[in-house]
């Protein structure tokens, strides 16, 4: 079956710290994967996307490649700021058979010091 | 243009009690999805409709819930004699279709509080 696994938190970092959270997959088909943040107190945002293998998302300068190889597709950012502070979800999106279906790992807490 | 909506925005009920939360989805998007999510955990699927078909049924925790989809628009999660393990932040969103590269676009959530 499709599940999400991502790295547990909290997470603190200092600002300008360089941030990777792991996200690994298992899928039956060829799903796509998202990452999705949750600012205190407002809903899921799409963050990022990547719809094929090799494909790399990229948004207010956060990344992420589509790793077929090693089913990943691990959150990076170069310099983290106190406004990156929030949770962020993994998620993979695959056609099953009763239509699309979403899969979301539980989610990794940052927490960004200044 | 206009984003998902959810109502109300936060519930208080009393054990025992039924409830209903509604999603209005983005206009055109033919995918509705439910999710629950509890303090500290992640999202929990409950229910997906997909246009005129039926609906997808399998996270729905027990038989106490329920969820219908009118006119492949409106949608209203229903919670009979709520338990105070239903207490969590009820999550709708949307998309486009069926295509696996669709975004699922969020509603800013119902927060249910049990007593």
């Known amino acids: 079956g499709n599940s999400v696994t991502q790295m547990e938190g909290p997470v603190t970092l200092s600002e300008e710290a360089f941030l990777t959270i792991n996200c690994t997959y298992t899928?039956?088909?060829?799903?796509?994967l998202f990452w999705y943040v949750q600012y205190p107190g407002e809903g899921l945002q799409l963050l990022l996307k990547?719809?094929?293998?090799?494909d790399k998302g990229s948004n207010k300068g956060f990344e992420a490649t589509y790793r077929k190889e090693t089913t990943s597709f691990h959150l990076e950012k170069g310099s983290v700021q106190v406004s990156d502070s929030a949770v962020y979800f993994c998620?993979?999106?695959?056609?099953?058979?009763?239509?699309?279906?979403?899969?979301f790992g539980t989610g990794t807490s940052l927490t960004v010091i200044p | 243009g206009a984003g998902v909506s959810q109502s109300p925005s936060n519930k208080v009920t009393e054990k025992g009690k039924d409830v209903e939360l509604r999603c209005d989805p983005i206009?055109?998007?033919?995918?509705l999805y439910w999710y629950r999510q509890s303090l500290g955990q992640g999202l929990e699927f409950l229910i997906y409709?997909?246009?005129?078909?039926?609906?997808?049924k399998s996270g729905l925790p027990s038989d106490r819930f329920s969820a219908e989809r009118t006119g492949g628009s409106v949608s209203t999660l229903t919670i009979q004699r709520t338990q105070q393990e239903d207490s969590a932040v009820y999550l709708c969103?949307?998309?486009?279709?069926?295509?696996?590269?669709?975004?699922?676009?969020f509603g800013p959530g119902t927060r249910l509080t049990v007593l």
């Open positions: 969103a949307s998309s486009l279709g069926v295509a696996s590269t669709d975004t699922q676009y």
């Open positions: 899928a039956t088909g060829y799903p796509s």
């Open positions: 990547a719809t094929k293998a090799d």
């Open positions: 998620a993979l999106s695959d056609r099953g058979s009763t239509g699309n279906q979403f899969y």
């Open positions: 206009s055109g998007h033919t995918a």
């Open positions: 409709f997909q246009g005129n078909s039926a609906p997808d």
